[in-house]
């Protein structure tokens, strides 16, 4: 009975540690990250920010149907009247002033002006005289239009829109920039498991090493200094577990609050292998990434925006000018259907204009500075894009460089771990100094911890060549999101 209840608090202690750590691959974790972290739903708000700006941009360009209005204008005061012997006498006034004014208009990007078509109607109460009157106008349209200005609608609706793109392209760079972060979280945890391992692992031979060494020394068969020795290790081991452990659980806490967790699981990290071989050309990786990247739309966007503000300095230093004009229908009454019936023409047309006659150079200073911003700024995107295909050679390079790199190291680590295997046997069998025997467990947990290394620098190199390109190569498509 005693030994079936000492089984049964051995199993509930097991069961108990395995529900308190939860295991994830690298995958698991770059999805969780990419789903639940803060900086991937900061993502997902400043692209539904970029979507309501963009159509409140296309709104701007549809027919806009508005009413305005002032109900009540009521005033009661003293105005100053001026007599026919030209004197002023202040009179007392009561009276109501109300208007409604129906408007539809419509953007005219083409132009730079507006076209509407409106309808409004005024009453007037005079509370002194007990009188109502009402004037309106049932129909009239009309056109706003600058003349030989600069056209703010005609570039707004070419940069708007690569605006727009920018926006959508940036979220899926900031997914695959989360995922970046993730992986590099994801190994410092690794690192820091690996090491704990290496260190429990190393803590566990130095004590059964000491103890065999004990026996040895009271055989004769090894010396007081090398005993030391092996006992130093042992306390090396010790503190080196430890440091491991802290290490370990700093590394955890990074990686939940990145990941946006308050899970109170332990993670515990596979090992992820290199990605399956696959070829990386340099000139798909250039052109994905011209075609994909945020910054490459937005160097056109620079581009434009410039030639916007020289265009804007040369015409608004010159002649300027607009045309306002309507045509409609009036009339007046004492009820609201007199102003409709046989309504008289309305018309009004102005033309007003500025021409700068003397600014003593003003406006010819303000073009230049125009023309040399233009200029820098195209010199500025020439040295960005150098800058650009720059970092996608290079990534590619060392991408290619790395995949080799992980499969050298994988390879060292098994050669290493077989030969302090052997080199502990020989040891155990008095057939090897605690000199060489310390120098292959140093040499193992090297070579283990190099590859664990060598696979952290080929999975970030991996991550931030999607994030360059903005393109997947392993199934060779372009990278998209659903927000």
């Not at 972290?37 to 709104?59: D, G, L, P």
């Not at 899970?263 to 596979?270: A, G, H, I, Q, S």
């Not at 070579?447 to 620098?457: E, F, P, S, T, V």
């Amino acid at each position: 009975m005693r030994h079936f209840f000492f089984l049964f608090l051995i199993c509930f202690k097991f069961s108990w540690v395995t529900a308190q750590v939860q295991r994830y691959t690298l995958a698991e974790v770059v999805q969780l990250a990419r789903e639940q972290s803060i900086a991937s739903k900061q993502a997902a708000t400043k692209k539904k920010t970029n979507y309501w700006q963009y159509r409140s941009f296309v709104a701007d360009y549809k027919p806009q149907l508005s009413l305005g209005g002032k109900v009540p204008g009521f005033t009661r005061s003293y105005i100053e009247v001026v007599q026919p012997d030209g004197t002023i006498s202040f009179q007392p006034v009561s009276y109501n002033n109300s208007l409604l004014n129906l408007s539809l208009s419509q953007n005219i990007a083409a132009t730079g002006g507006t076209i509407f078509v409106q309808q409004e109607l005024q009453r007037f109460d005079d509370f002194a005289r007990d009188k109502t009157s009402y004037n309106g106008v049932p129909f009239e349209i009309g056109i706003s239009q600058p003349l030989l200005r600069f056209n703010e609608m005609k570039w707004i609706r070419k940069i708007e829109p690569l605006k727009f793109q920018e926006g959508n392209q940036q979220f899926i760079a900031s997914l695959e920039e989360v995922a970046l972060n993730a992986t590099g979280y994801y190994f410092d945890l690794l690192v820091a498991q690996v090491n704990l391992q290496i260190a429990e692992k190393n803590r566990s031979n130095n004590d059964t090493l000491y103890k065999i060494a004990q026996q040895k020394l009271q055989l004769g068969k090894i010396s007081q200094n090398d005993l030391l020795q092996l006992q130093m290790g042992l306390l090396t081991a010790q503190k080196d577990f430890s440091s491991a452990e802290q290490a370990t659980a700093v590394a955890s806490l990074q990686l939940k609050m990145y990941l946006g967790s308050r899970d109170e699981k332990t993670p515990e990290l596979d090992i992820p292998v290199e990605a399956i071989e696959f070829d990386i050309s340099t000139q798909l990786a250039l052109q994905e990434a011209f075609a994909n990247r945020a910054d490459a739309i937005g160097f056109r966007r620079r581009i434009l925006e410039a030639e916007r503000e020289t265009l804007r300095a040369r015409k608004e230093n010159g002649l300027n000018a607009s045309l306002q004009a309507t045509f409609g229908l009036s009339n007046q009454g004492n009820r609201p259907a007199e102003v409709y019936k046989n309504p008289q023409d309305r018309e009004f047309v102005e033309l007003q204009f500025t021409l700068p006659i003397m600014t003593w150079g003003r406006n010819k200073a303000r073009t230049e500075i125009a023309k040399a911003n233009q200029e820098f700024v195209q010199q500025s995107v020439e040295q960005d894009k150098l800058t650009f295909e720059q970092q996608i050679f290079t990534q590619v390079t060392l991408l290619q460089m790395l995949q080799k790199q992980a499969k050298l190291t994988k390879l060292t680590d098994g050669i290493a771990a077989s030969r302090y295997q052997i080199a502990r046997d020989r040891f155990i069998l008095s057939d090897l100094s605690v000199t060489d025997l310390g120098i292959a467990m140093q040499e193992k947990d090297r070579a283990r911890r190099d590859y664990i290394l060598a696979l952290r620098d080929y999975w970030q190199s991996y991550y931030s060549l999607r994030l360059l390109t903005l393109y997947d190569f392993e199934k060779n498509e372009k990278i998209r999101y659903k927000s």
